[in-house]
C-alpha cells in the first residue's frame, strides 16, 4: 500500500479543533478518535460531530462538549502521566507527548520560568488534549507517515487569556513557529488566527511546504468564529507524487574533419570506438576548403574515456587534431530489454522508459530479421506482430 501523505492548508489560520475537524471531514470515522480516545480514560466530555455549510462550503465542527463544568489546570508532568498510563500505541504517545514538551518549553520560555512549574491553563483543559492527542492518533489511524503544512495568517489585535489581555499572535503560538522557523503571513483580521495548541501541534508534526502528491480525499474543519470567509482549514489526504525525472551523466565530444580517408577505414574506426566504449558515433558529410567533399566523425564519450577513444581517432584516421567539447550535461531516459511471446517463439524488445513510465517499445532488429529469413515473412509483418504482442503484454506502452 503506498505511503499516506496529508497537508494542512491553513488559509484561515489553524486551531486544534479545525485540525481535528478537518481529519474527520477527510474520512477519519468519528468512532475510531472515539475508541482511540477512550484509551486515556479522560473523562468529563463527549465529542458530538456536526456538519455545516459557510458561505456555500461544506465542512465538519467537532464539538467537545464539557460534562463536569470544571477542569484542573494541569501542570506538564500531569499530561504526560496521562499518556503515559494510556494504552494508546508507542507511537501515538510519544508523538503526543512531543507536542505538550514542546509547548511546556514555549509557555516556560515566555513567562521566563522553569518547565515543571508551568500551568497549562486553557490548554491543560480536556479539549486541548482532546484536540493534541486526537489529532495524532487520527493521523496514526489513517495511516500517514508525512504531514506538510501551508504558510500561516497571523492577524492582529489582542485576546483574553488566564494570564490578561495579550498581543495577537500570542507569545506562546509566535514562541512555537519561531522554534522551527515556521512561514507566516500578515493578515488584515484583528484577532488570533492561530492557536498555541495548533502551533504546537503543526511545529512538531509538519514541514511548511507543500509536497507533490495525488490527493484521494479533501476534508474542511471549521473554526467557532465568524467571518466575511468561510473560516476554516482544509485537509488534502493522499500519497506521494514522484514526477518521473530523466537520468543524467556527463559526455564529452570529440570531432574530426576526414578529406581523405576511405569508406572502410571509417568503418573499422567506427568499429574499434565502440569497442572502446564509445556511446554514439556518426558521420557527416560537409565540404571544406576549396569545395572538397569531406566527413566529419563525431564521437559521444563518457567523460573518463576521453582521452581513450580520442587517441583512437589520432590513430585510426589521417586527423591532424581534434576538437573536443567540454563535458555537457546529457538528460537520458531508461531502457530496458523484455521479451514478448510471438507465433514464431520469444522476441526482444527495447523499452523507452521514464521513471516507471514506458514511453515508446521497439523490436529488436536483429530478432525480427532472424524470424523473416527463417520462415520466409515480410520484416514489415513480424515488427507489427511484435508491437502488438508487446501492447498486449502490459508494460505501460500503449502506441
Avoid at 465529542?47 to 461544506?58: C, F, M, N, P, T
Avoid at 493521523?139 to 500561516?152: E, K, N, Q, R
Avoid at 495568517?153 to 490578561?164: A, C, M, N, S, V
Wanted: hydrophobic share 45%.
Amino acid at each position: 500500500m503506498p505511503s499516506r501523505i496529508v497537508y494542512f492548508d491553513c488559509f484561515s489560520g489553524a486551531g486544534g479543533d479545525m485540525l481535528l475537524s478537518a481529519l474527520l471531514d477527510a474520512g477519519l470515522p468519528l468512532e475510531r478518535l472515539q475508541a482511540e480516545l477512550d484509551k486515556l480514560q479522560l473523562e468529563g466530555y463527549e465529542l458530538e460531530l456536526e456538519h455545516q455549510v459557510r458561505h456555500g462550503i461544506a465542512g465538519s465542527k467537532l464539538h467537545v462538549r464539557d460534562t463536569l463544568g470544571a477542569h484542573p489546570a494541569r501542570h506538564p508532568q500531569d499530561v504526560y502521566a496521562l499518556i503515559e498510563a494510556s494504552t494508546l500505541p508507542p507511537e501515538v504517545k510519544a508523538r503526543s507527548r512531543a507536542v505538550f514538551a514542546r509547548l511546556a518549553r514555549a509557555e516556560a520560555s515566555v513567562h521566563g520560568i522553569p518547565e515543571d512549574e508551568i500551568h497549562f491553563h486553557e490548554v491543560g483543559a480536556v479539549d486541548s488534549i482532546v484536540d493534541i492527542v486526537g489529532v495524532v492518533a487520527g493521523l496514526h489511524a489513517l495511516d500517514v507517515t508525512a504531514v506538510y503544512a501551508s504558510p500561516l495568517p497571523l492577524g492582529g489585535g489582542f485576546i483574553e487569556i488566564e494570564h490578561g489581555r495579550l498581543p495577537v499572535p500570542a507569545p506562546a503560538t509566535l514562541a512555537l513557529l519561531s522554534e522551527v522557523g515556521a512561514p507566516t503571513v500578515p493578515h488584515p483580521a484583528q484577532t488570533e488566527l492561530v492557536t498555541p495548541t495548533a502551533a504546537a501541534i503543526l511545529a512538531e508534526l509538519a514541514r511548511f511546504q507543500r509536497p507533490p502528491m495525488k490527493v484521494h480525499a479533501v476534508g474542511i474543519g471549521f473554526g467557532d468564529k465568524q467571518f466575511p470567509w468561510p473560516n476554516g482549514l482544509r485537509v488534502w489526504l493522499g500519497e506521494p507524487f514522484h514526477p518521473a525525472q530523466p537520468e543524467a551523466d556527463q559526455v564529452v565530444l570529440l570531432e574530426c574533419n576526414l578529406d581523405d580517408v576511405t569508406g572502410e577505414a571509417l568503418g573499422y574506426t567506427m568499429e574499434r570506438l565502440f569497442a572502446a566504449g564509445a556511446l554514439d558515433v556518426w558521420f557527416t558529410p560537409i565540404f571544406m576548403k576549396k569545395n572538397r567533399p569531406a566527413t566529419m566523425l563525431s564521437v559521444l564519450a563518457p567523460a573518463g574515456e576521453a582521452e581513450t577513444l580520442g587517441l583512437i581517432l589520432l590513430r585510426e584516421t589521417p586527423t591532424l587534431g581534434l576538437r573536443i567539447t567540454p563535458p555537457m550535461h546529457r538528460w537520458k531516459t531508461g531502457r530496458r530489454v523484455r521479451e514478448v511471446q510471438t507465433v514464431w517463439g520469444a522476441v526482444r524488445v527495447k523499452e523507452k522508459l521514464l521513471g516507471d513510465e514506458v514511453l515508446a517499445a521497439a523490436p529488436e532488429y536483429e530478432d525480427c530479421a532472424r524470424i523473416a529469413r527463417e520462415h520466409g515473412v515480410p520484416l514489415a509483418q513480424v515488427y507489427t506482430a511484435v508491437q502488438s504482442a508487446a501492447t498486449e503484454e502490459g508494460g505501460g506502452y500503449q502506441p
